[in-house]
Nanobody
Framework: VQLVESGGGLVQAGGSLRLSCAASGSIFSGNAMGWYRQAPGQERVLVATISSASYAYYADSVRGRFTISRDNARNTLYLQMNSLKPEDTAMYYC??????WGQGTQVTVSS
């Protein structure tokens, strides 16, 4: 049972990144999924969630810039991040919102 994030990196402000989260079928299929992020010295906060039927919710700070999606055939969760800002710098985690978390992928946005 696992969640494995990828796609993080260093990008300039205004750039884009696409995060992926590969999941075991047992914790992905039929479950809502989500992305959280945690900046140094701060609490982990919700970024976006997506239901099993692909209804999406976004935090105010990312709405209009980030897009969450899922590929149920591949058991994979995505987060397309556009117009990145330095304040988006954080470790990004995927979760099945039922207690399973990935190890995180670092996103760093330079000004």
């Amino acid at each position: 049972v696992q969640l494995v994030e990828s796609g993080g990196g260093l990008v300039q402000a205004g750039g884009s990144l696409r995060l992926s989260c590969a999941a075991s079928g047992s914790i992905f299929s039929g479950n809502a999924m989500g992305w959280y992020r945690q900046a140094p010295g701060q609490e982990r906060v919700l970024v976006a969630t997506i239901s099993s039927a692909s209804y999406a919710y976004y935090a105010d700070s990312v709405r209009g810039r980030f897009t969450i999606s899922r590929d149920n055939a591949r058991n994979t969760l995505y987060l397309q991040m556009n117009s990145l800002k330095p304040e988006d710098t954080a470790m990004y985690y995927c979760t099945n919102l039922r207690g399973y978390w990935g190890q995180g992928t670092q996103v760093t946005v330079s000004s």
